[in-house]
């Protein structure tokens, strides 16, 4: 957690943070919450909403405000994206992939150029972008992918299929990671700033998933695509280094939007055991209900203050990546959990679309998927420890 000058561990959030947290709140309630069930069905935010989003400054969280950001730290972006994620999971997830991979990856590995063109326009949401890693062969195993860049004497032509690209109908912008050798290896990729409107980046149908359905994901195919030179972002052959920077903030940031769908499946459980009555009573008189509470409750909490912690660690500029990893698969799996016990508590109700609480649930599914599944995160945590153990 985050230690004061005096090495005193604190809990609260800085103050400037809980205003951050209460004009997210009160958006989220306002502007998410009574159209999220239609927004699922009809698999689309509005671009109204997105743009209000920038306006209030919830896509430039992280964004320094030299470039018309708030200047918050990853800790800040938990704590929006946790709001958010209370009433609804896409819309989370678009903030994720727009700001917590596009821009952060521009923002850590860009140049001055790059930075002064994108970042302020992706920091109002002027500007909205998508992050190309995963490929239909190879989603885990990054590193093998086959999207190839080769040098002209221009620039660069990209070649490759991109999948499952979060944003994919609705950027602007694409950070695209292509083979710039054609040996496998980490220093083998680098990674390409790419306008939506380039000849030959051609977005794909978008996919009908089980959840997060009004985010849009699409594939993105790269047929020639010719960019210039200067498009490349970072140092050559150093584009899957950063993406792995880039994926380690990601995962807390993941972490967190676990924590709000499981938070919303709470809160609308709490609510629903006050409210029905069973044998003359309400619900949340029977002992067995208040065990369940009890035991979601714990898991929320517990899951808020490992992602918190985790944050602090990269805002203090020592990312602890196991703890990263930690946060993120105990975040994501709690949720689950969570929310299967929040549809027992509604009951029958619960197994309809009438409570927001199944669409929580599908919703989280994909946070136990992206960026870096469970089994990887318990490689990754596995691998650190005896790392540590053996050292
Ligand atoms: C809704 C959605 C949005 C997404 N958004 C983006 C995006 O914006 N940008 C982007 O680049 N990608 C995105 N992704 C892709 C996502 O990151 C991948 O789906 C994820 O990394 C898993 O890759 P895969 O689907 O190819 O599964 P695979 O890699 O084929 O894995 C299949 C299963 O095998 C397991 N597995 C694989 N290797 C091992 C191993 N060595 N040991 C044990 N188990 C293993 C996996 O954990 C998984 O359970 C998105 C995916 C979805 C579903």
Redesign the pocket.
């Known amino acids: 957690m985050m230690m004061s000058t005096n090495e005193t561990m604190t809990f609260n959030l800085p103050d400037e943070l809980t205003g951050f947290r209460d004009v997210t709140r009160s958006f989220a309630a306002e502007k998410i919450a009574p159209y999220a069930r239609e927004w699922d069905e009809k698999k689309w935010i509005p671009d109204e909403v997105i743009a209000e989003m920038g306006r209030t400054g919830l896509l430039g969280v992280t964004m320094p405000e030299e470039y018309g950001g708030a200047g918050q730290g990853l800790l800040g972006m938990t704590v929006v994206v946790e709001e958010i994620a209370r009433w609804c999971g896409a819309t989370a997830l678009m903030i994720a ?1 727009h700001s917590g ?1 596009c821009s952060t990856h521009i923002r850590l590995a860009g140049n001055d150029a790059q930075k002064k063109e994108w970042l302020p326009k992706l920091a109002n949401g002027e500007v909205i972008g ?5 490929e239909p062969e ?4 990054a590193e093998a992918l086959s999207t190839r860049a080769e040098k002209t004497s221009s620039g660069w032509v990209l070649n490759g299929r ?1 999948f ?4 994919g109908q609705r950027a602007g912008v694409f950070v695209v990671t292509a083979r710039t050798k054609p040996e496998r290896g980490a220093r083998t990729i680098s990674a390409f700033i790419v306008k939506r409107d380039t000849p030959g980046l051609i977005i794909g149908e978008r996919e009908d ?1 089980m959840g ?1 359905r009004a ?1 849009d ?1 699409t594939p993105v195919n790269l047929e020639n695509c010719e960019i210039p030179e200067e498009n490349l972002c970072g140092e050559l052959h150093e584009g899957y280094i950063d993406a792995l920077r880039v994926l380690d903030r990601g995962r807390v940031t993941i972490g967190s939007l676990s924590v709000g769908l499981a938070r919303g499946c709470l809160e609308e459980a709490v609510k629903y055991a006050a409210e029905r009555q069973s044998f003359g009573v309400p619900l949340h008189s029977h002992q067995a209900i208040q065990l369940k509470l009890a035991d979601m409750d714990t898991q929320v909490e517990a899951a808020r203050l490992l992602v918190r912690q985790a944050a602090c660690t990269h805002d203090a500029g020592r990312p602890d990546k196991q703890l990263s990893s930690i946060a993120k698969l105990f975040a994501s799996e709690m949720a689950s959990r969570v929310g299967w016990e929040s549809i027992q508590i509604h009951g029958g109700a619960g197994y309809t679309k009438d409570v927001c609480v199944e669409r929580l649930v599908r919703d989280n599914k ?1 946070c136990e ?8 995160q318990r ?1 990754l945590i596995a691998r650190a420890e005896c790392k540590r153990h053996s050292a």
């Open positions: 992939a991979l998508a992050w190309c890693l995963s190879c989603g885990t195993d991109k499952w690209i979060t944003n998933k997060m985010s994901t994909l998927i992206g960026e870096g599944s469970s089994e990887v490689m």
